[in-house]
């Protein structure tokens, strides 16, 4: 994943995570893997273990105040979003970042990650995105490191790394050029039900026929649409 062709048009995604082979099998399937194959999207994952600064590679701590489980510590993130954005100087001009970027931290307090946000973060060139673990991250991360914090919604995942493959998804549909038709960014407004072939199931035992409904085999756009339109 790392030896994608850059393009300088190319959204590009790192993700700072303790697990960064998680991404690879998911990223490698359909339209994503075909987006960053035309240079639509560049995705790389990087290991926060090798921003610790100890030779066990330590990432996180016990929590101040006490309390169970362990919390992702501020310093190896700190470094690895700075690296990241290092590394985006030699993409500069002129000595000025040519490049929007916004970083994100997955957390349950965040934004609720909706239709709106996706099409509002795939406006900018790089996503930095952290992925929390155990039992969170360090608040100075939120407060300093990160310019929003994101939620995929009211539910106790074990870490950022699903929430991250969620957004990167939401966001890669808001591109132009990532879905073959326009039209289907219209599931940002609701989605319409649709049927395929046969146009009757019929059930093997009771013979029981279960029917695509009428108005979406006549043929008529007109009332299509009105049928689309209200059940959307
Ligand atoms: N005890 C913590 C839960 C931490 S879950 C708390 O109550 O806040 C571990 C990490 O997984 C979080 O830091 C966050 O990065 C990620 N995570 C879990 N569920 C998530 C969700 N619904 N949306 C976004 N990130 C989530």
Redesign the pocket.
Known sequence: MRHETRNKKAMRFDIITIFPDIFSSYLDESFLKRARKAGLISIVPHNLRDFANDKHRKVDDSPYGGGPGMVLKVEPIYKAVEFIKRQATSDRRQGRNIFKTRTIL???R?KKLDGKVAARLSKYDRLILI???????DERVAKYVADEE????D??????EL?ALVLIESVCRFLPGFLGKRESLEEFNGSHPAYTKPAQFVLPKSGKKWKVPGVLLSGNHKKIDEYRKRHG
């Open positions: 997955f957390s349950l965040g992925c929390g673990r155990y039992e969170g991250v994101i939620s995929i919604g539910y106790v995942l074990s870490g950022g929430p």
